[in-house]
């Protein structure tokens, strides 16, 4: 079975960075194209970024291209999300995805999540002005 656990986030002030990481067990995570996520209160699942199975392609919202970076190690079998320059309204929880998906990750980033089956527990974070 594969499992997806979370970890970094918090606070921070406008401005600053924060790391998000993932590591999924239970498979080989080579096989999986991955994903980072964000839910926001009254507002519907977003694509921040994915990655394909083999980390050549990858594909950002243009709300968050030239700060977030997403990136794998599958030696670690690890997914990271390093976010800089950040803002009050990159606010939110954060969900890693994963999925063994070959598609266009400019699609699969633009579907919401719908076609990943793996998915961490989730990590707020909250930008202070």
């Known amino acids: 079975q594969v499992q997806a656990e979370q970890s970094g986030g918090g606070l921070v002030q406008e401005g600053g960075s924060l790391r998000l990481s993932c590591t999924v067990s239970?498979?080989?995570?080579?096989?999986?194209?991955a994903a980072w996520f964000r839910q926001t209160p009254g507002e519907e699942r977003e694509g921040v970024s994915c990655?394909?199975?083999?980390?050549?392609?990858?594909s950002y919202k243009d709300t968050f291209k030239g700060r977030f970076t997403i990136s794998r190690d599958d030696a670690k079998n690890a997914l990271y999300l390093q976010m800089n320059s950040l803002k009050p309204e990159d606010t939110g929880i954060y969900y890693c995805?994963?999925?063994?998906?070959?598609?266009?990750?400019?699609?699969?980033?633009?579907?919401?999540?719908?076609?990943?089956?793996?998915w961490g527990q989730g990590t707020q974070v909250t930008v202070s002005s």
């Open positions: 990655i394909t199975f083999n980390g050549n392609i990858t």
């Open positions: 239970g498979q080989p995570f080579r096989a999986y194209a």
């Open positions: 995805a994963a999925g063994r998906l070959y598609q266009s990750v400019s699609y699969l980033c633009g579907r919401g999540g719908a076609d990943f089956g793996y």
